[in-house]
């Protein structure tokens, strides 16, 4: 569970992950076949976010980048940013670096 926002984390590498439409699908794989049960969507600003998640990057970095790159306050980039954190990191698809 995050329980700092200078906290950085890392993905997984048991799943695939396609950029359709404005949407990132997240695909968990077991032992080399896709568990079609449990794909994860996310819109554009979660995908940005997907896509800054990096090892190195802590949640109050990228909820900076969040805050400049959309129309969103600082409290709700890192709200939002936290949020979103916590359900990858509960669903197994990023651990804290």
Do not use: H
């Not at 949407?23 to 996310?42: F, H, M, Q």
């Amino acid at each position: 569970m995050v329980d700092s926002t200078s906290k950085s984390f890392t993905k997984g590498y048991e799943f695939v992950t396609r950029c359709i439409s404005g949407e990132t699908i997240i695909v968990p794989i077991r032992k080399s076949v896709g568990e079609l049960d449990a794909i994860y969507t996310l819109n554009e600003i979660g995908g940005a976010i997907w896509q800054l998640i990096d090892g190195t990057r802590t949640v109050d970095q990228i909820a900076d980048v969040i805050c400049d790159e959309y129309d969103v306050s600082p409290e709700e980039a890192a709200k939002d940013v936290l949020d979103l954190l916590v359900s990858l990191e509960a669903q197994g698809l990023i651990r804290g670096a």
